[in-house]
């Protein structure tokens, strides 16, 4: 099973326990090498993703196994790169088996972009789950994603043409999860324009419409897909009220509310078979034949509407507690946790950002780490790794082991620096400010390692890295308390 679950990829494999270990994917960026980067023994068949500051990944302890956000079958080996906007690249290296479950969501929306190459084919995920391209595993999208109909047609016809077969017999949605309307991102675009006017800068979201989405259902007006597939005279009633406060709160928003009720119906046929009660439908899978499940997620712990950098997230808690509230798993079916982190920090748009670098090494990281957003297209602000926001995602999500991804990046430096602590006012601090004003304010202190200026791309082991690299991972290792 793979699930969207907002930011965190839960694993859940035939009641092993396995010890905490490091798991160091390398970058595949092009003049890299794509070969599965080292394994350490018994290590969890999970190497996935680059975040910022780190990605949550959660094991389920007893019927499950994958990387963060994909998973393609028992026996898949995974490589790749995320970003804090969820975008990444997966290089699949052996068969899948059978009996595995994709749960494509528990959170979030078409906000990320995820950009898979399976077999030299690359296909590019929003809504669907990245496990669909797998034809033995089925794919779910859980109650906490926000789903956008026309989006989700269209991304599925674009990978069609790609070579994508038969995912409609593959993919399952929850009754419970919430739509997106095209005024939601008509609503979107309005009020990135409102911020810039008002107070000079805006957020910089994606303009798919999951802010106000998500407002609408907080404010208990949203529509699901449950509602979609009942009464549609009665579905139809709430959409034109919907519609219609939209419009009073933003008079110049033009909504053709009858053509969008004749594509929603259209699409709602469409839907139909694949529409399950979620909450059942993962029960079932927790509990009966053992398979490996995976939950995939949207963006990073510092992207969490709770947690995250504050007013600068998304929308929806993209922390462990994500896969609860999005999928309705129990809390007691997540056993390990696995951080992913960059061995450097990004961050796409606007926001505080500590280690930031707006010089030639902040350049040099963009370009050797092809730092630019997937679904955005914008480039990636790059940073040194900064181990207070480490630190932190560690609190709030209790990680038991890290994937290091991208280490290769730093191949070239003579000298690496790492942020180890923040003052504010002249005085260490212990705790990561939840203040946009004062993190603005803090002091990073770093560490300076030196390089090992040597290529990196063709270890497999941890006996092939340079001494300097092992050096770099122990030192990350022992400041987060977390190996």
């Not at 969207?4 to 003049?31: F, K």
């Not at 050797?368 to 900064?386: A, N, S």
Request: one cysteine or more; proline letters at 6%; aromatic letters at 8%.
């Amino acid at each position: 099973v793979v699930g969207r679950s907002c930011g965190v990829a839960t694993q859940r494999q035939g009641g092993e326990q396995r010890p905490p270990e490091l798991a160091l994917p390398l970058s595949p960026a092009p003049g890299h090498s794509t070969a599965l980067p080292w394994l350490p023994p018994r290590s969890p068949q999970l190497l996935s993703g680059h975040s910022t500051p780190a990605q949550p990944t959660c094991h389920l302890p007893s019927a499950c196994g994958g990387p963060t956000r994909v998973t393609l079958g028992e026996e898949r080996a995974w490589r790749s790169h995320r970003s804090n906007a969820g975008g990444h690249t997966c290089l699949p290296r052996r068969t899948a088996g059978a009996g595995s479950l994709t749960p494509g969501g528990e959170r979030g929306g078409n906000n990320a972009g995820h950009t898979v190459v399976v077999d030299g084919k690359e296909y590019d995920f929003h809504l669907l789950p990245s496990g669909i391209i797998n034809t033995k595993a089925v794919s779910f999208i859980g109650n906490g994603v926000v789903i956008h109909l026309p989006g989700l047609f269209e991304e599925a016809e674009k990978n069609e043409k790609k070579g994508l077969k038969d995912w409609e017999k593959r993919l399952i949605i929850s009754d419970r999860a919430h739509l997106v309307f095209d005024f939601h991102q008509a609503v979107d675009g309005l009020q990135e324009v409102q911020r810039q006017a008002q107070e000079g800068k805006n957020i910089g979201t994606t303009k798919k419409g999951i802010g106000p989405t998500y407002s609408s259902k907080a404010a208990r007006t949203g529509l699901r897909i449950c509602d979609l597939l009942s009464d549609f005279d009665e579905f139809s009633s709430r959409f034109k009220n919907l519609a219609h406060q939209h419009q009073s709160m933003f008079p110049t928003l033009e909504i053709d509310i009858e053509g969008q009720l004749k594509r929603l119906k259209g699409f709602a046929e469409r839907i139909r078979p694949m529409v399950r009660d979620g909450v059942y439908f993962m029960y079932e899978a927790l509990h009966g034949p053992p398979k490996k499940i995976l939950v995939e997620g949207a963006n990073a712990a510092l992207l969490d509407i709770d947690f995250g950098t504050y007013p600068f997230v998304t929308s929806s808690n993209c922390t462990v507690g994500g896969v609860c509230t999005g999928l309705g798993i129990p809390p007691q079916n997540i056993g390990d946790v696995y951080g992913v982190v960059k061995a450097y920090t990004t961050r796409v748009g606007i926001g505080a950002f500590p280690t930031e670098q707006i010089n030639e090494i902040g350049d040099l990281l963009q370009t050797r780490g092809h730092e630019w957003g997937v679904t955005t297209g914008r480039k990636r602000r790059c940073g040194w790794l900064d181990l207070m926001i480490l630190r932190y995602a560690h609190m709030v999500n209790g990680f038991t082991a890290l994937a290091l991804t991208k280490l290769d990046i730093l191949d070239v430096l003579g000298e690496i620096k790492v942020g180890i602590s923040y003052k504010l006012n002249g005085k260490r601090i212990p705790y990561f400010p939840a203040n946009q004003e004062m993190l603005q304010k803090v002091e990073v202190e770093y560490e300076t390692l030196p390089g090992w200026k040597a290529d990196t791309t063709g270890a497999r082991r941890w006996e092939d890295l340079p001494p300097q690299a092992q050096n770099y991972i122990r030192f990350v290792e022992n400041h987060v308390g977390v190996a």
